[in-house]
């Protein structure tokens, strides 16, 4: 084999290596973001169907039920309420009333499967797009 051509097996080795592993990276973040969304805009249709995401909003007061280890409550951006199922230890922080970002799927009933539970961690800071979402839901809710 002449050394020109060793030359260009070796760059098209290296291209089709680079080529795989950025396609490996892609697939890899892909499958790791999870959208947020308000439970207005679940209620709306607006949630990916078949793929993981996170719902943010306070838990509704009085929601929360205790099934063993299976909690079921409803988180709300004040216009709509979506109820959700979480198997696991809650946050300490995780109370009625509280803010909270719940990551997981839709089930088929229109209960929220969550994978995740994360609570507010102080009484005076909630994620910008939280609160924004929050005030939208309200101010669409106020005008219908």
């Known amino acids: ?6 030359r260009a097996l ?3 080795a290296a291209l089709l290596a680079i080529g795989v ?3 490996l990276i892609l697939n890899a973040l892909n499958s790791n973001i999870a959208l947020y969304v308000t439970p ?3 209620a709306a249709g607006k949630a990916p169907q078949g793929q993981a995401f996170r719902i943010g909003g306070m838990v509704k007061e009085g929601s929360v039920k ?3 280890l299976t909690v079921h409550f409803e988180i709300t951006d004040l216009v709509k309420d979506i109820p959700v199922a979480y198997t696991g230890i809650l946050p300490d922080l995780f109370k009625e ?3 909270a970002v719940i990551q ?3 089930n088929a009933n229109g209960e929220f499967i969550a994978s995740e539970v994360l609570a507010k961690h102080d ?3 909630m994620p910008p797009e939280a609160k924004h979402a929050l005030d939208q839901a309200q101010k669409n809710g106020s005008a219908k």
């Open 104 to 106: 997981g799927r839709m």
């Open 123 to 125: 009484e005076n800071y």
């Open 10 to 12: 070796i760059i098209v």
């Open 97 to 99: 009333g509280k803010g």
């Open 1 to 6: 084999m002449k050394p020109r051509h060793k």
């Open 40 to 42: 207005s805009e679940v």
């Open 66 to 68: 205790r099934d063993g």
């Open 21 to 23: 592993a950025a396609m």
